[in-house]
């Protein structure tokens, strides 16, 4: 293909809806190519913004001002990076020709977990958790009552874990319903409750797809904390069974949604059965272990299938990562980061984000090591030191 220079009149150019780390990482792999990064986010100096060649702070549910940025831009291809976005925007400038990865459909669906679930369990027949969903306390009560205790509440519109609570018993479902009222990002007036699947471990399958193929990255082990990632490492042993099970799931549900680019597949594996969990059509948060333990991380990768390039990549190490939250809450953060960390086989990423609160994600550390489970016990230890004021 070509590639014109940034800022003429043949530059290939991405619009980023979202301005995160996952799309900060994104935008140094598409500046690698020679691409021109325009990146919108709802506050200003996302990370994304500080590597971007043109930013935009603006409200990304909004349909008239996400519209207006893109038809002043004119992008070569639209990636949402973001689950808060406004849908109609992007439904509305696919409708103009413009390029949305993958595609609006897959977004619009992805981004509800109604939708989502009903595509992966009512249309493609795939295995999952029972569930039901409820707009109503009452409505909570009868559904939890009927899948039994333990059972997982979220809102249908949210992302990484917000709103997402455990209830164990009936006493428990007042607090699930205020939290996954007051804590989802987007609508909240939806929930889905579901079945507490006693699985032996999830995985996330990184899964990567042009018009023309469709590749897998090695499996991904991770730990989470209310929907949340805490830990991930890669490769994670899978059965040969587990494996085409999990595979074949991904591949269904990501020609289902078609388009290109990557895609994060969420998956429950209990014995040699292999449940549909979610899908993220963009990269995944679990996936910053590609960082250190391929040779194109899922990144570079994204970017490689939005411009319908080769996929080719590799392992080159087995490696985990670990996420470092805020403990406190500042308006001009401060990591302290021993030197230590810093190795010829680990080292820590920082997102540069201007404010933090409890919590919130800030930087991530990753190691490699001759098994994914020593990566993994080094990072336990390594992001325990780190602190934050």
């Not at 069974?241 to 998956?267: N, P, S």
């Not at 570079?300 to 996929?311: E, F, K, N, Q, T």
């Not at 080719?312 to 190490?317: A, P, V, Y």
């Not at 990753?366 to 990072?379: C, G, H, M, P, R």
């Amino acid at each position: 293909m070509d590639f014109g220079a940034p800022y003429k009149n043949a530059s290939v150019k991405i619009m980023l809806l979202g301005g995160g780390e996952l799309g900060k990482e994104v935008a140094i792999e598409a500046q690698r190519m020679g691409l021109e990064v325009v990146a919108l986010d709802r506050y200003a100096n996302a990370p994304a913004h500080l590597v971007a060649n043109k930013a935009y702070t603006i409200d990304l549910k909004d349909k008239s001002q996400v519209l207006e940025i893109i038809r002043r831009e004119k992008p070569s291809y639209i990636l949402p990076e973001i689950e808060a976005i406004s849908i109609d925007a992007l439904i509305e400038a696919e409708k103009e020709g413009f390029r949305v990865i993958p595609n609006a459909r897959a977004v619009e669906l992805t981004m509800n977990r109604k939708g989502i679930r009903i595509f992966a369990a009512e249309e493609l027949g795939l295995k999952t958790s029972a569930y039901r969903f409820v707009k109503t306390y009452d409505e909570l009560a009868q559904a939890a009552e009927a899948i039994g205790f333990p059972c997982v509440i979220k809102p249908v519109m949210s992302s990484s874990g917000h709103g997402q609570s455990v209830a164990k018993n009936a006493e428990d479902l007042k607090a699930s319903f205020t939290l996954a009222q007051e804590e989802a990002r987007g609508d909240a007036s939806e929930l889905i409750v579901e079945e507490f699947i006693s699985f032996d471990f999830e995985i996330t399958l990184l899964t990567v797809r042009t018009e023309k193929e469709t590749r897998f990255c090695e499996p991904i082990g991770h730990i989470q904390k209310d929907g949340d990632y805490i830990y991930s490492w890669q490769p994670i042993a899978l059965s040969e069974v587990v494996r085409e099970k999990a595979e074949t799931i991904a591949k269904r549900v990501t020609d289902g949604l078609g388009g290109r680019g990557i895609f994060g597949v969420e998956l429950f594996v209990k014995g040699e059965e292999v449940y549909f969990s979610e899908v993220s059509p963009r990269p995944h948060d679990t996936g910053m272990v590609t960082l250190i333990t391929q040779n194109q991380s899922e990144f570079a990768l994204h970017i490689r299938a939005v411009l319908g390039l080769p996929l080719g990549f590799s392992l080159i190490s087995s490696g985990a990562s670990a996420a470092y939250k805020a403990q406190n809450e500042s308006a001009n953060p401060v990591l302290e980061i021993p030197d230590s960390i810093f190795t010829d086989r680990s080292f820590a990423r920082l997102f540069g984000k201007p404010i933090s609160h409890k919590g919130r994600r800030l930087a991530i550390v990753l190691a490699a090591d001759s098994t994914a489970e020593k990566a993994l016990q080094t990072v336990k230890t390594l992001v325990a030191q780190i602190k934050d004021r």
